[in-house]
């Protein structure tokens, strides 16, 4: 059975003018006017089918009904602006990331103490399945996603392009007398062979494509564990720069060519359109995209 209830707008001036007991002051607090308050209230009164005010020379004064009815109506406002309150205050609380392990071990892991800083009152959770995440299902705020950008229902933003190149550790390089050229990386071991951003670097280098076919076709899964193997002398891999400036900073991966492939993917912070608003997701918003403007600039 439906719930049989007032004009909602009307209970609200309703509420406003009996705890000021004055229309002028329900009118100032509300934003409307002395004439579109009366109007609401003689809407509520024929809804009601009695007085529920008694209008004086500059007051009001509740009739005996508007008193009967009064305190229960203060009382559903105040429970509607608990419940409000308790909203966006659990939203806001905790802030949960679905992420690839890539970014969240390579990039996120490293930045997200600046956001835990200037949000101390909320509590980040990763998730790193490698799974695309249902926002109508699963609780979870935000998401950065690798593609195009074009996800349906879904506000994206660029954080970065996904351009790649090979990279491996200097010790291997000095193993066969320093990378010169493109085909010296022939000399190495290639991990993950048959990953297309192989295929497609190698192209751009005008190396046969053909060089890399016979080898074993190890994956790990990850450009984080691909990277872990190269910085430990393994082999070369083909990786994201963004994700590992650090490790050229610090000397234990080599970029040995400034060649880089580029799919037209990239990495997006994702969230559903409808929660833009969301106290939590517009403060991870801002911060990374702030964070990454920084970051590509060099700060």
Known sequence: MALQLPPLTAIRVFEAAARHASFTKAAEELGMTQ?????????????????????????VVLTETGRRMAPSVSEAFALLSEA?????????????????????????????????????????????SSHLVDFSREE?????????GKWPGLAAHLLFRAQYTPMLSPKLADSIGG??????????????????????????????????????????????????????????AILTRAFFTNEIAEGRLIQPFDLFGDDGQGYWLVYPESRRNAPNIRAFREWILAEMEQTSAGG
């Open 35 to 59: 004439a579109a308050v009366s109007y609401q209230i003689k809407l509520l009164e024929e809804r009601v089918g009695t007085p529920l005010f008694l209008r004086r020379p500059r007051q």
């Open 84 to 128: 409000y309150a308790s909203a966006r205050s659990g939203s806001a609380g905790t802030l949960c990331i679905s992420t690839v392990l890539t970014f969240a071990s390579n990039w996120l892991a490293r930045h997200i103490g600046s956001f835990q800083m200037r949000h101390p009152g909320i509590a980040v959770r990763l998730d790193t």
């Open 140 to 148: 979870v705020d935000v998401g950065i996603r690798s593609g195009d």
């Open 179 to 236: 990378v010169k050229e493109p085909a010296d990386l022939l000399k190495l071991n290639i991990l993950d062979p048959g990953d297309f951003w192989w295929t497609r670097w190698f192209a751009l280098a005008n190396v046969p494509p053909e060089s890399l076919e016979g080898r074993p076709d190890t994956s790990m899964g990850s450009q984080a564990y691909e990277a872990a193997a190269a910085i430990a002398g393994q082999g070369v």
